[in-house]
């Protein structure tokens, strides 16, 4: 798997996945230590021209832009659903992605799930946007570090979650109520759709409740990252109100 830029290869240096690193003339700080996190972690560096590291980083999505730096990883260990819920500090929160496709709003989400301390996110194995390349640049190296469980079937890992005493919310347009009034401080999994199409009927159909995003404009619907973002920080701030000796979701 390849990865591209400087702070998802730091952050993958971090997580003990980069196997190698390529670079080209860049000498910069932030260069330099991510070289020395290398070498303190024994991982093999090589000095590539530019145009090498143009045609790596392509593979992992047009008009990439690496920063002087290309670097293959393992790919992150996959969870399952009941190691994700049974590893929460706390009530659980979980986000459930249903067809993102495009590999900046999987990126963006990673970041905003890493940043709100998420305990995992769920996406379906044939429809989802790949974790490398752009996804990974796009999540800032959150991707090195969220726990990932890949499913077949998103409506059945609804249930799943459901199953294990998890509160499914599905964010949607025509959801009849305000995501403000949901109470996030339960074991909760946020479901969302892809820009456009939203929640497939099956998976709307299996979620506990459907929530919406008051619109106050004129355009009638939000991008899915900032839509997650949004609603998980409400979260945040729920289960800061909730317990105040922690300052987000984990302690």
Same mark, same amino acid.
């Given at each position: 798997?390849?990865?591209?830029?400087?702070?998802?290869?730091?952050?993958?240096?971090?997580?003990?996945?980069?196997?190698?690193? #390529?670079?080209? /003339?860049?000498?910069?700080?932030?260069?330099?230590?991510?070289?020395?996190?290398?070498?303190?972690?024994?991982?093999?560096?090589?000095?590539? *021209?530019?145009?090498?590291?143009?045609? /790596?980083?392509?593979?992992?999505?047009?008009?990439?832009?690496?920063?002087?730096?290309?670097?293959?990883?393992?790919?992150?260990?996959?969870?399952?659903?009941?190691?994700?819920?049974?590893?929460?500090?706390?009530?659980?929160?979980?986000?459930?992605?249903?067809?993102?496709?495009?590999?900046?709003?999987?990126?963006?989400?990673?970041?905003?799930?890493?940043?709100?301390?998420? /305990?995992?996110?769920?996406?379906?194995?044939?429809?989802?946007?790949?974790?490398?390349?752009?996804? *990974?640049?796009?999540?800032?190296?959150?991707? *090195?570090?969220?726990?990932?469980?890949?499913?077949?079937?998103?409506?059945?890992?609804?249930?799943?979650?459901?199953?294990?005493?998890?509160?499914?919310?599905?964010?949607?347009?025509?959801?009849?109520?305000?995501?403000?009034?949901?109470?996030?401080?339960?074991?909760?999994?946020?479901?969302?759709?892809?820009?456009?199409?939203?929640?497939?009927?099956?998976?709307?159909?299996?979620?506990? #409740?459907?929530?919406?995003?008051?619109?106050?404009?004129?355009?009638?619907?939000?991008?899915?990252?900032?839509?997650?973002?949004?609603?998980?920080?409400?979260?945040?701030?729920?289960?800061?109100?909730?317990?105040?000796? #922690?300052?987000?979701?984990?302690?």
């Amino acid at each position: 798997m390849i990865i591209y830029g400087i702070n998802p290869v730091l952050e993958a240096l971090r997580a003990g996945r980069v196997k190698e690193l #390529r670079v080209g /003339d860049r000498a910069d700080d932030r260069l330099k230590q991510l070289l020395a996190l290398a070498a303190e972690r024994g991982v093999p560096v090589r000095r590539v *021209a530019a145009d090498a590291l143009d045609r /790596d980083a392509r593979r992992g999505g047009q008009h990439a832009v690496h920063q002087g730096v290309v670097a293959d990883v393992e790919k992150s260990a996959d969870y399952s659903i009941d190691e994700i819920v049974r590893a929460a500090s706390g009530p659980p929160l979980i986000v459930v992605l249903d067809g993102i496709e495009d590999p900046h709003n999987l990126g963006a989400i990673l970041r905003t799930a890493d940043a709100a301390g998420v /305990d995992g996110v769920v996406l379906q194995s044939r429809r989802s946007a790949a974790r490398d390349g752009v996804a *990974a640049k796009t999540s800032a190296g959150a991707v *090195a570090h969220v726990k990932i469980a890949e499913v077949v079937n998103i409506a059945r890992a609804v249930e799943e979650l459901k199953e294990a005493g998890v509160w499914t919310i599905g964010l949607a347009g025509e959801g009849p109520e305000s995501y403000e009034t949901i109470d996030f401080a339960l074991p909760t999994a946020l479901v969302l759709g892809a820009e456009g199409a939203g929640l497939r009927r099956l998976v709307r159909e299996r979620c506990d #409740r459907l929530a919406s995003i008051p619109m106050r404009g004129h355009v009638a619907s939000l991008n899915v990252s900032v839509a997650a973002g949004i609603v998980l920080f409400e979260a945040v701030r729920q289960r800061s109100l909730k317990n105040p000796d #922690r300052p987000g979701i984990r302690g």
